[in-house]
């Protein structure tokens, strides 16, 4: 399977401050999600990362508050803006390699961890 | 609405046993059936996966699918401690656009 980083790993922030998540894929994927993780809860789906074109976002998420860019096959941020501490959670990408096992398989970068004061 | 549902838990089961975990879903075109195992604090590490009727064996983990019955369910033999995690079922539809995750069960395995 592909071997996903992100980074940062962990970050405390400032009320009214954005950060931006980077997800790098050691080869080409298909696809690419970003997830959201809430203490105790499942995972929720933010969008999915289109190269070239703008992020298809899930209901209850807009581009303004997260905007995502995928510049390349293997490459996308996720920004989150003017946080609030609801917006404390672990983030999530996941992608489905282009050589994986079928079409639809996703496998999960480490997540990187965000807690807003 | 396209729903996936699993027992919260938390399932305990001693050491040696099998581990039954369930899973329902609610979309009879879903084509893709996963599960997924997360340890506390981390990223959840996909298990096993399963795309036809019937089961699917991997070393101490067996996938069982039911599409009459929309039912997705994994055995895990000889429990060990280490396999005590959330397991999270993930169904797919759509050719991999869309993707449910179900809000997982607690394993405890006692030593």
């Known amino acids: 399977s592909a071997v996903i980083s992100q980074k940062p790993s962990r970050d405390i922030c400032q009320r009214g401050t954005s950060l931006t998540i980077q997800c790098q894929v050691d080869?080409?994927?298909?696809?690419m999600f970003w997830y959201r993780q809430q203490p105790g809860q499942s995972l929720t789906l933010i969008a999915t990362a289109n190269q070239g074109s703008e992020a298809t976002y899930e209901s209850g998420f807009v581009i303004d508050k997260f905007p995502i860019s995928r510049p390349n096959l293997t490459f996308s941020t996720l920004t989150v803006s003017n946080m609030s501490p609801e917006d404390s959670s672990i983030y999530l990408c996941?992608?489905?390699?282009?050589?994986?096992?079928?079409?639809?398989?996703?496998?999960f970068g480490p997540g990187t961890r965000l807690t807003v004061l | 609405q396209k729903e996936v549902e699993q027992n919260s838990g938390p399932l305990s089961v001693p050491e040696g046993a099998i581990a039954s975990l369930n899973c329902t879903y609610s979309d009879r075109v879903s084509q893709s059936f996963f599960w997924y195992r997360q340890y506390s604090g981390k990223s959840p590490e996909l298990i096993m996966s399963?795309?036809?009727?019937g089961d699917k064996e991997d070393g101490r983990f067996t996938a069982q699918l039911n599409k009459a019955s929309q039912y997705v369910s994994l055995l895990i033999r000889d429990s060990q401690p280490s396999d005590s995690a959330t397991y999270l079922c993930?169904?797919?539809?759509?050719?991999?656009?869309?993707?449910?995750f179900g809000a997982g069960t607690r394993l405890f395995v006692k030593a």
């Open positions: 399963i795309y036809s009727n």
């Open positions: 996941s992608v489905v390699p282009v050589t994986g096992e079928s079409t639809d398989t996703q496998y």
């Open positions: 080869s080409q994927v298909t696809m």
């Open positions: 993930a169904v797919s539809f759509n050719g991999g656009f869309k993707t449910i």
